[in-house]
């Protein structure tokens, strides 16, 4: 019987009648043999027939096109389905990034195409077609303009997490955000960038069940600007139903996200720096450009002015992105799933590092951490008094140096307290787990001399994935993790994740109990090498000193 049954699964699947004999076979258990219900390297999808890599530590498919390529009159389009192709595709390689500058520190890597929508699928050794497993989809970071998923290596977390683990590539920068009336009126949707991610979650609808994947049981997570797109999925309409739990790291729903007046703005003196007037020819104009010049002519990034990365970030389209994030989330207006979210214990301090310390090899001065201040306050006599609180708050003389205090000032205000925020908010309607992650001994790709960096924004990922972060070029620090503390910190911190991603819920068996956040005992799980813990009665928001914040954006709302 098993014979027969080879001979019927390796022919031609879309014929209905082998299918459905096939299916008779396997579920009246006629077909014996574990091997015949083993995802092996071959899987077939819905475009062709896929052949990946299979080892004794799992299966990984790797280049796996999941939208046509967004090229010439496909470029500030709505991702197309992929034509079908004939014969076997070979998926050992990972495919190309999507067009970045490579040399925007610390995510910015080679190997660019305009040709990009690419995801990479890691099976672990146990799947099966029979008994499917959870789906884990990665959504990576990098400030919506540089990144690519096949910088993590997910083969580790699908084996710990016992899940199956896809990796996506969505468009960056100008390609993934451009605004314009002539678009508009194209197409009414925008925000190409999460526009991929959605294609992305569709092709796992339709095609996971091949790899041994459970398509009723889809996780995204995302870290950073990944984060920040799992946020604005949970708001989109268009994303109701790709997926049922949702993992935000280090990157929380954005207060204030840029309006389409705003984003047509950018998109207007960014079509006159290309010399592509308003008009009919618009677009004609803008997609005969090559995808060098179009990323050249893009908006200028300053590292030190956080405001010029948002030219990149989607933008209220009214569509794929209704509304602020933050606003639609506090009022319930979201997706219905559990969420787990979290930072780290030190974000700010890579940022100031970039923006100053990397950059010119001094460290920031008082005269400019007081600049900062001022200077992202505003004019009014309100501002001046919120600025002058702040300043106080965050006294060097209190963190030990400019640098650090403007690291923590950055990582309480734009990760700490939102997360804290996000938490209650989403408590109040779904299943939410909060974490901290305070491995202040994370391995850093780079020797600072002027400060310690602790836990990083970013720090996390490592121990996420259980492997190195892939840069380029290799540093010469790698961030591994190293000691068998973090070693086992890892494990464990994949086994929550994995958890969730199966349950809707962290908690497994041998593990340390993490408690369900809500507004009376704001429980925070806190990660690190010495140990697990749990920090409950909103110990967090004290520390990070979320009162002064919630205060302060009192304050603006009164100007």
Not at 423 to 441: G, I, M, N
Not at 462 to 467: A, I, K, L, Q, R
Not at 533 to 545: A, D, F, I, K, S
Request: charged share 15%; proline share 7%; net charge neutral.
């Amino acid at each position: 019987m098993p014979s027969i049954l080879a001979r019927l699964t390796t022919s031609s699947m879309r014929d209905p009648a082998r299918a459905f004999i096939s299916g008779i076979l396997l579920s009246s258990g006629l077909a014996c043999g574990a091997q015949a219900h083993t995802v092996g390297a071959s899987v077939r999808t819905e475009a062709g027939d896929l052949l990946g890599t299979a080892s004794a530590t799992g299966t990984a498919f790797l280049g796996v096109p999941f939208a046509a390529p967004p090229v010439g009159d496909l470029r500030w389009r709505a991702p197309k389905l992929v034509t079908p192709w004939s014969g076997v595709r070979t998926a050992q390689a990972a495919a190309p990034t999507c067009m970045q500058d490579p040399r925007i520190p610390p995510a910015g890597i080679g190997n660019n195409s305009e040709d990009c929508l690419y995801l990479n699928v890691h099976v672990p050794p146990q799947a099966t077609t029979t008994q499917p497993l959870p789906v884990m989809v990665w959504i990576h970071g990098g400030a919506f303009i540089n990144g690519a998923g096949s910088q993590y290596d997910g083969a580790a977390l699908a084996r710990e997490a016992k899940a199956v683990v896809v990796t996506v590539n969505y468009r960056l920068g100008i390609f993934g955000s451009l605004a314009l009336d002539a678009l508009t009126a194209e197409d009414k949707a925008g925000n190409y960038a999460l526009q991929d991610q959605q294609a992305a979650l569709r092709w796992v609808q339709r095609n996971i069940a091949g790899f041994g994947g459970d398509a009723k049981r889809v996780t995204i997570f995302g870290e950073s600007a990944g984060g920040t797109s799992v946020c604005n999925q949970l708001i989109s309409p268009a994303a109701k139903g790709l997926f049922h739990r949702a993992i935000i790291q280090s990157g929380t729903c954005p207060s204030v996200q840029p309006t389409r007046v705003q984003a047509v703005a950018v998109g207007n003196a960014y079509a006159e720096k290309l010399g592509c007037a308003a008009g009919a020819a618009q677009l004609a104009c803008l997609r005969g450009k090559s995808a060098l010049a179009a990323l050249t002519a893009s908006p200028a990034i300053d590292a030190a002015d956080p405001a010029s990365l948002g030219q990149f970030s989607p933008h209220i389209d009214g569509v794929i992105l209704p509304e602020q994030s933050r606003a639609a989330i506090r009022a319930g207006r979201f997706h219905r799933v559990p969420v787990l979210l979290g930072n780290n214990a030190d974000e700010g301090t890579l940022f100031i590092a970039l923006a100053f310390e990397l950059q010119r090899g001094t460290p920031m001065t008082e005269a400019e951490f007081q600049a900062m201040v001022k200077g992202n306050a505003g004019d009014s006599g309100i501002a001046a008094l919120a600025a002058s609180i702040v300043l106080d708050a965050y006294s060097p003389s209190r963190y030990g140096s400019p640098n650090l205090s403007a690291a923590a000032l950055l990582g309480d205000s734009l990760f700490a307290c939102p997360t804290q925020f996000l938490a209650r908010a989403l408590s109040d309607h779904v299943p939410t787990y909060a974490y901290e992650f305070q491995e202040k001994d994370a391995p850093s790709f780079i020797n600072d001399p002027f400060m310690p960096w602790g836990a990083f924004h970013a720090s996390e990922l490592p121990f996420v994935f259980g492997t190195r972060i892939v840069t380029t070029p290799p540093s010469p620090d790698p961030a591994d993790v190293a000691t068998p503390a973090q070693l086992a910190l890892s494990k464990q911190m994949m086994a929550y994740w994995g958890q969730f991603a199966a349950t809707g819920q962290p908690n497994r068996a041998g593990q340390k109990a993490w408690p369900r956040f809500n507004r009376l005992l704001q429980a925070t799980q806190t990660f690190k090498s010495q140990g697990i813990g749990t920090e409950m009665l909103g110990t967090p928001y004290v520390r990070h000193q979320c009162l002064l914040w919630d205060a302060t954006a009192l304050l603006g709302t009164l100007q």
